[in-house]
């Protein structure tokens, strides 16, 4: 079983910054990428930063010069370094993990996601 485990959101103001970690944990064979998605209310889940095993990155425009994806390939975890925060940065961020674990007839590729973690921008 593979968990991810998330941290860092909170509330800040306009300007300020969070950093999000995400840890995966389990019988984890490897990670092909790990990224940042969020959902605002009344909105659908949207991309805000991928980065896969290679260490290539790929943001959303809203966020690209004020948010910084990284990894801990040694820890399986993720960052999210998020500053100059804006008001419609609100949103709950999820951590996703597209990875391989091991079945019984070989290896598998899996998609989880975390709980999420509420981030909250107040003007």
């Known amino acids: 079983q593979v968990q991810l485990m998330e941290s860092g959101g909170g509330l800040a103001q306009a300007g300020g910054s969070l950093r999000l970690s995400c840890a995966a944990s389990?019988?984890?064979?490897?990670?092909?990428?790990m990224g940042w998605y969020r959902q605002a209310p009344g909105k659908q889940r949207e991309l805000v930063a991928t980065i896969t095993r290679g260490t290539t990155t790929n943001y959303a425009d809203s966020v690209k010069g004020r948010f910084t994806i990284s990894r801990d390939d040694a820890k399986n975890t993720v960052f999210l370094q998020m500053n100059s925060l804006k008001p419609e940065d609100t949103a709950v961020y999820y951590c996703h993990a597209d990875l391989n674990v091991e079945g019984v007839r070989g290896v598998i590729n899996y998609n989880y996601w975390g709980q999420g973690t509420q981030v909250t921008v107040s003007s």
């Open positions: 389990g019988r984890i064979l490897s990670i092909n990428a």
